[in-house]
């Protein structure tokens, strides 16, 4: 056989191995569609990608660089292939109640409070019962529940790479309820939540997320100077703080869980949902965000700066694990737990959730929610 007989049969071998092969690969193709069809979510063409999760944002327009942020926001987004995302922006007749449901209808998979604990307290107010995950780029000066779910306090773009990239955990809400005088309260937030007028005295929730107080901690905000917070941060808080040290002592009625109520004296009662406070404080060290009870703390000192002092002492302690059981102490911290508390003040006194003040309050009631907030937090 000639060589060109050779060329002739080795095209005509090659061309058949090459029609062997090609019809392996689309055998292979056809099985790997329908592997991808098997699988697709449910509304999803098994032709395209799922769609990635729509965020929302709904942002408190005060607090600094909310504006470049922005921009940095959809910046980012792009750069990772989601949806535009939707950008809504506080009020001061609304500081976010409004916005995160809006957000919701509008079909977000998840929406993230831009600003600090008020901006918080008012997004989960709306998402609380819904099953929507709450997102945080903390911006304020506590930033509590952000410190307590370990979210970027100083990176507002890697604190949203967290909500984006992060798990969906279930957290306890609490409610704070006004049972006497509501008129006299001031709680933008509960009010924009409800369709009641403003001054009604009908009881309304006031939700918090970390920790409800009444006393020297509600004096101690409602003292905090707002230019002092702006340079110094939570500093502010401790300065305010100085000039209650002398204040008066609390006639407190307390019941937990239905149980007979109990006459206290004390300098501070807190209710927590956790526990861990600016300046690497823990006051209630056994709180945790999804127990499904809350923990009471009454704080109670004697003997001025001796008794103040010792308290101090108590704290650090507890914050490592350490409970000084000694009794008859001139500082103390006492420690209780309870789904639901019944709280009567002689005279009334200055209520706080989450760093708000509120106004003053006689009679109040505070309970619990479990898991009724999805949060977003790391891996």
Same mark, same amino acid.
């Given at each position: ?28 193709? %056809?099985?790997?569609? $329908?592997?991808?069809? /098997?699988? &697709?979510?449910? @509304?999803?063409?098994? !032709?395209?990608? #799922?769609? +990635? ?29 989601l949806?535009?995302p ?26 993230v409070?831009?600003?600090?604990? %008020?901006t918080?307290r $008012?997004?989960?107010? /709306?998402? &609380?019962?819904? @099953?929507?995950?709450? !997102?945080?780029? #903390?911006? +304020? ?13 100083n ?27 509501e ?14 007028p ?22 101690m ?6 230019q ?7 500093i ?8 209650h ?7 407190v ?17 807190l ?6 406070l ?5 006051l209630?060290p056994?709180?945790?965000l999804?127990?499904?009870v ?6 109670d ?5 001796a ?35 019944h ?19 006689r009679?109040?009631?505070a ?13």
């Open positions: 056989m000639s060589w060109v007989g050779w060329v002739a049969v080795s095209a005509g071998v090659l061309a058949l191995v090459a029609v062997a092969l090609g019809l392996w690969v689309y055998r292979q193709q %056809g099985r790997l569609r $329908a592997q991808v069809a /098997a699988v &697709a979510p449910a @509304g999803t063409d098994a !032709g395209q990608a #799922p769609r +990635g999760q729509l965020v929302a944002f709904v942002a408190n327009p005060s607090k600094p660089d909310v504006t470049s942020l922005r921009a940095a926001v959809r910046k980012a987004a792009s750069e990772q292939y949806p535009e939707l950008w809504f922006e506080t009020t001061v007749e609304d500081p976010g109640v409004g916005q995160a449901r809006e957000a919701v209808a509008a079909g977000a998979d998840l929406v409070a831009v600003g600090g604990d %008020g918080v $008012a997004v989960a107010e /709306a998402l &609380a019962g819904t @099953g929507v995950p709450m !997102g945080l780029m #903390p911006l +304020g000066t506590g930033n509590l529940l952000a410190r307590n779910l370990d979210v970027p306090l990176d507002p773009i890697g604190a949203m790479q967290l909500a984006v990239d992060g798990q969906d955990k279930r957290i306890d809400v609490g409610w704070l309820r006004v049972l006497r005088h008129s006299e309260m001031d709680d933008d937030i509960a009010e924009a939540a409800d369709d009641e403003a001054d009604t005295d009908e009881p309304r929730d006031h939700i918090f997320l970390v920790i409800a107080g009444l006393g020297f901690d509600a004096a905000v409602a003292d905090a100077d707002d002092l917070k702006a340079r110094m941060g939570w502010a808080y401790f300065v305010a703080g100085v000039k040290l002398h204040g008066r002592r609390l006639r009625r307390l019941a937990l869980d239905g149980r007979p109520a109990q006459h206290v004296r004390l300098r501070s009662l209710i927590g949902n956790c526990g861990r600016p300046g690497g404080i823990t209630l056994d709180a945790v999804d127990d499904g809350l923990d009471v703390a009454v704080i000192t004697r003997g001025g700066i008794g103040w002092a010792q308290l101090l002492g108590e704290v650090v302690l507890q914050g490592v694990g350490v409970r000084n059981e000694l009794p008859n102490k001139i500082g103390r911290i006492d420690h209780a737990r309870a789904r639901e508390l709280i009567e003040v002689a005279g009334g006194e200055h209520v706080q959730v989450d760093g708000d003040i509120v106004g003053r309050a009679e109040l009631t309970r619990v929610d479990p898991g009724a907030l999805v949060v977003r937090v790391a891996r």
